[in-house]
């Protein structure tokens, strides 16, 4: 499994979203690796992790971080997922609970696909097998960031829009059909003991805030942090913002 890290300290796992790679972290490999050793893997089938199963779950993913975790020889972990990544952090602490030492939910939510959505997941899984991942790379990029920063920093979109169009048609079909089949983790929320952060934008255009403050609400004792102007990509778009947070929530853990 391909990761960057750095740093040392209290292991924190930071678990991209779709459809992106592990390149998503690098303004928190360079700003937090003074209060953590920051760990940001590839997701199976993204970036430089090719893999062609046709349906991957946020199960499967879960368990290759597991995998992760053991060949690094890491016990627990703060584990920190955004939106997509998000769901792979829940089906974490599902599986895995005792390797949990903290749970970070970003520019997330804990609810499964209503219909519309799986039927929306499944034309994105068709589109992308039929005509690559550059169209989508076009329509996701802007929708990631806020409005004042698509106006302030063309080059910010740019960029994400390569980080998408590079990514392997097949691995983005896997995944969007895994977050179709997605398990229901509302239920859960109000039995988690770990450490949590829920952290989101005011300015996400994707999963409103409303998602982030309804997970808080539910989950005993957790820290909710919104950032003002920030999008969906709140690590990439506001680092300073987020990565304070998350300083603050590991001083904590």
Do not use: N
């Not at 703060?78 to 829940?90: D, P, R």
């Amino acid at each position: 499994m391909h990761h960057d890290e750095a740093g040392t300290g209290t292991p924190l796992l930071l678990i991209h979203g779709f459809p992106h790679d592990r390149t998503l972290w690098a303004p928190q490999l360079a700003g937090l690796a003074d209060a953590a050793r920051v760990i940001a893997p590839d997701l199976r089938g993204f970036g430089a992790w090719a893999d062609d199963r046709p349906v991957c779950t946020m199960e499967d993913h879960a368990r290759d971080l597991c995998d992760l975790l053991d060949a690094l020889h890491i016990e627990q972990a703060v584990i920190a997922g955004l939106s997509m990544g998000g769901y792979v952090a829940l089906a974490f602490l599902a599986a895995f609970p005792e390797r949990v030492r903290g749970l970070v939910l970003c520019s997330t939510r804990a609810g499964a696909d209503t219909e519309e959505g799986r039927k929306g997941r499944q034309a994105t899984a068709d589109r992308v097998l039929r005509e690559g991942t550059a169209g989508l790379a076009e329509e996701l990029a802007p929708k990631m960031f806020s409005a004042a920063t698509r106006a302030a920093r063309p080059g910010l979109i740019a960029d994400m829009r390569t980080m998408i169009a590079r990514q392997r048609p097949a691995a983005v079909a896997a995944a969007a059909l895994g977050m179709a089949r997605r398990t229901d983790r509302r239920p859960m929320l109000p039995g988690i003991r770990v450490p949590t952060l829920v952290l989101t934008g005011d300015a996400d255009e994707m999963i409103p805030d409303t998602e982030s403050r309804a997970m808080a609400a539910a989950v005993p004792g957790s820290r909710l942090v919104v950032v003002p102007g920030a999008g969906h990509l709140v690590g990439l778009e506001t680092p300073e913002a987020f990565d304070r947070a998350v300083r603050s929530f590991l001083e904590q853990v």
